[in-house]
Each structure stands twice: as structure tokens, then as C-alpha cells.
């Protein structure tokens, strides 16, 4: 019978190829987060984005996974994971750089930002339904969750330390200079990945099927999955909802509150210590209370933090309105992590290798897809009925949103499946 020693799988830290891929993703993390922050303080700031126009830039950032979601989920299926992550680094470097040189010659726009924003997020469907589907290529499939957990602690220090540091940054430097900063990111990304090693083999040619009969296959596997089909419908809510709160921030805090890009990169640095926080603490958690029953918990309570962000409008003070922008944000993004940590590492852990690729791009598709309707809707909203209100309507979505993660068997589930499935389940 094997020691408890024996049992565990071998520590990620000693994998040099596992700390490569790290290596790579956490300082691609932290220069990206200088071009986020940038982004929404050119469009309100600099160039005087209304609502409606702050909307089609959010649904510009992410149309990408509801137009070329499913096929990028097939064409990612048939190719080598690490050589579609390189060239969607690269593809988007190229693009950020556009800001800074458009900014230089003085013609600038809302609408450029947009075109720059829409290529990106195409390139970002790519490397993210990859990216998802490389991990368990990657590792073994009981060092997942801990690879998972590690990937997404270094993104909250790059989110803690980015946004900050864009912030301290942007006093001294102009706006569209950060997006040098996110360009290199991605070089730095690619690099690494060049420099990491896998046995990823391409699939036969003679068992592949047709593009559509692929896309099927793998949303017909999600559909019928009982958990992951619950999993993506309460995700999808969830996003919508919240994208309709989250679109409007940017106005919320430079314009309404008047609180500064200094401000709002500290509110979204500090933050990111409550996703910190979930990363590192979410196996602690998951061990105690189950993983099934944490992703229900983990939903509902990230509404309840939710709705300290339209709260702040209601602050006495600026210092006031800070803080309740801060802790909001933060318990939100810690119960997100969690969240997403278990709901991820068991979509890994059940799926075909053969499907991986589909299958998250079918989820992406979903609960991703419905970001750039919902971006439409919050600056039409944001217009007519005011960022505020729009904001308490995002809130109460966020908590119908949990319905489908309350049934299915998940409260009380101690721990979630960890084999491969082979039909519905």
C-alpha cells in the first residue's frame, strides 16, 4: 500500500519545463495589465468616450469569442497547442503597438482603439482556448489543479502590481506609452513558450472529421456533461451581468466619482490581493467545505461583494467611496478564483484530450460570447438610464445567475469528478 509521500504527484517547482511556461505567463501577466488600465483612461479621459461608446469598446475587446469561438476550438484541436499560443503572442504585440505609433502621428481614435481591440480579442480566443487546453499536456493529470492554482496566483500578483504600477506610470508618461509595456508582454510570453518543451503530437488526419461535425462534437459533449453543462450556464450569467457593471466602471470612477487614473489603478492593484488571496487559499477551502459545494458558494457570495461597487456612488467621501470600491472588487475576485479554479481543473480532468480544445472553446463561446452583448446593452442602458442603475441591474442578474449551480448535486459534493468521461453523464 503506498505512503502518503508516494501518493502525492511530484512538485511543479522541480518541473524546470512547468517553471518555464510559469515563468513566461507571469511577466506576460504584469506587462499586459500596463495596456488594460491604459485602455479605459485613453477612451474617458483622453478621447471623451460616452457611455454607449465605452460599451462598443468592451464589445469590440470580446465579439471574438462569439464570432470565431467554435471553429477556433477545432482548428486548435488539430494543431500543436504551443505554436498557436506563439503566434497569437505575437499577433497581438504587433497590434498593441498600433496604439502608441496612431497616438504619435495624432490621429487617434475611439474607433481605432476598437479596431485594435477586435484583433486582439481574435487572437485571444486563440491563445486561451490553447492556453487552457496546454496544461494538462503540459503535467500530469493529478498536478492540474496545482498547476492551475500556481498559473492563476501569478496573474493576481501581475493584476496586484500592474494596475499600480500603470498608475504611478501614467504621471510621468503619456497614456498610449503603456501599451509599449503590454506589447512587450506578449514578446515575453512568446519567448518563453518558444523555449518550452512538450510531446503534444498533432492528430491523424484520418481521424479527423469535418470542421462542423467537430464543433458539434465537442458542444454536443458539453451539453450532455450534467456539471460542466450547469457549470457554463451559471458562468454565462454571471458574465453577462456582470459585464454590464463592469463596462461602466471606468466612467463610474474617472468621471463620476472623479477619483483619477492614479485611483483607479490602486482600487484595481489592491483588488487583485482578494484574487491573490483565492488562488493560493482555494485547495485550503475546497478540502473544507468540498469542491463541489465551493462553486455554488463561491457564485452567490461574489454577489454580495458586488454590491458595494454602485454602493460607492452613495459614499460621503472620496476616501470612503475608495474603499468600498476596493473590498467589493476584491471579495468579488477572490470568489471568482475560487470558482474558477474547481470548475476549470474538473472540466480538465473529465474531458477526452482529444476534445480539450473544443470543449473550452464551447465554454468560451458561451460564457464569453455574451460580453460584448451585454457591453452593447450596459452603454445603451448607462445612456438612458444612468451608470448607477445599470450597475444595481448587473447586481441582481449576478445572484438568478447561480440557479443552475444550486441543483445538479454540487452542495455537498465532496469532491468533483477526476476521470474521464465517456459519454453524458
Known amino acids: 500500500m503506498p505512503t502518503q509521500t508516494e501518493s502525492l504527484p511530484p512538485s511543479l517547482v522541480r518541473d524546470r519545463n512547468f517553471l518555464k511556461f510559469w515563468t513566461g505567463q507571469a511577466i506576460s501577466q504584469f506587462g499586459t495589465q500596463l495596456g488594460h488600465l491604459a485602455l479605459p483612461v485613453i477612451a474617458v479621459l483622453l478621447l471623451g468616450a460616452s457611455e454607449f461608446e465605452?460599451?462598443?469598446?468592451?464589445?469590440?475587446?470580446?465579439?471574438?469569442?462569439?464570432?470565431?469561438?467554435?471553429?477556433?476550438?477545432?482548428?486548435?484541436?488539430?494543431?500543436?497547442?504551443?505554436?498557436?499560443?506563439?503566434?497569437?503572442?505575437?499577433?497581438?504585440?504587433?497590434a498593441m503597438l498600433?496604439?502608441?505609433?496612431?497616438?504619435?502621428?495624432?490621429?487617434?481614435?475611439?474607433?481605432h482603439l476598437c479596431a485594435v481591440a477586435g484583433v486582439v480579442g481574435i487572437a485571444t480566443v486563440f491563445f486561451d482556448v490553447a492556453y487552457q487546453s496546454y496544461v494538462p499536456v503540459l503535467v500530469?493529470?493529478?498536478q492540474v489543479p496545482s498547476a492551475n492554482s500556481k498559473l492563476e496566483s501569478t496573474a493576481q500578483i501581475s493584476r496586484l502590481g500592474g494596475p499600480a504600477a500603470a498608475g504611478g506610470l501614467l504621471q510621468i508618461v503619456s497614456t498610449p506609452l503603456l501599451f509599449l509595456g503590454q506589447s512587450v508582454g506578449y514578446l515575453v510570453s512568446a519567448v518563453f513558450l518558444v523555449l518550452t518543451q512538450d510531446q503534444e503530437q498533432r492528430s491523424p488526419a484520418a481521424d479527423r472529421l469535418p470542421i462542423a461535425a467537430e464543433i458539434k462534437e465537442g458542444l454536443v459533449f458539453v451539453v450532455r456533461h450534467q456539471l460542466i453543462r450547469r457549470v457554463a450556464a451559471c458562468t454565462a450569467g454571471v458574465?453577462?451581468?456582470?459585464?454590464?457593471?463592469?463596462?461602466?466602471?471606468?466612467?463610474?470612477?474617472?468621471?463620476?466619482?472623479?477619483?483619477?487614473?492614479?485611483?483607479?489603478?490602486?482600487i484595481l492593484s489592491l483588488a487583485a490581493v482578494g484574487g491573490l488571496l483565492g488562488a493560493v487559499a482555494t485547495p485550503w477551502i475546497a478540502e473544507r467545505v468540498g469542491e463541489g459545494t465551493l462553486i455554488p458558494v463561491a457564485s452567490l457570495t461574489s454577489s454580495a461583494f458586488l454590491v458595494l461597487i454602485p454602493l460607492a456612488a452613495l459614499a460621503p467621501s472620496k476616501p470612503v467611496a475608495i474603499v468600498l470600491l476596493i473590498v467589493g472588487e476584491a471579495g468579488m475576485t477572490f470568489c471568482v478564483l475560487a470558482y474558477n479554479i474547481m470548475q476549470v481543473s474538473m472540466r480538465q480532468r473529465v474531458c477526452p484530450p482529444r476534445l480539450l480544445g473544443r470543449m473550452n472553446a464551447s465554454i468560451r463561446c458561451v460564457i464569453w460570447g455574451v460580453m460584448p452583448i451585454a457591453g452593447l446593452l450596459a452603454g445603451v442602458l448607462g445612456a438612458q438610464l444612468g451608470v448607477v442603475p445599470t450597475m444595481w441591474i448587473g447586481v441582481a442578474g449576478t445572484v438568478v445567475a447561480a440557479i443552475p449551480v444550486l441543483g445538479g448535486g454540487f452542495i455537498g459534493m465532496r469532491k468533483l469528478p477526476d476521470t474521464v468521461a465517456t459519454g453524458a453523464s
Open 98 to 111: 498600433a496604439v502608441p505609433l496612431l497616438w504619435w502621428l495624432d490621429v487617434l481614435g475611439i474607433w
Open 140 to 142: 500530469r493529470g493529478d
Open 239 to 266: 458574465n453577462f451581468f456582470a459585464t454590464l457593471i463592469f463596462t461602466l466602471l471606468p466612467l463610474l470612477i474617472l468621471r463620476d466619482l472623479d477619483l483619477g487614473a492614479a485611483a483607479l489603478g490602486l
Open 54 to 94: 465605452v460599451g462598443v469598446l468592451n464589445a469590440s475587446a470580446t465579439a471574438a469569442f462569439l464570432i470565431v469561438g467554435l471553429p477556433a476550438g477545432a482548428w486548435v484541436d488539430r494543431w500543436l497547442k504551443r505554436r498557436v499560443m506563439i503566434a497569437a503572442d505575437l499577433v497581438r504585440m504587433v
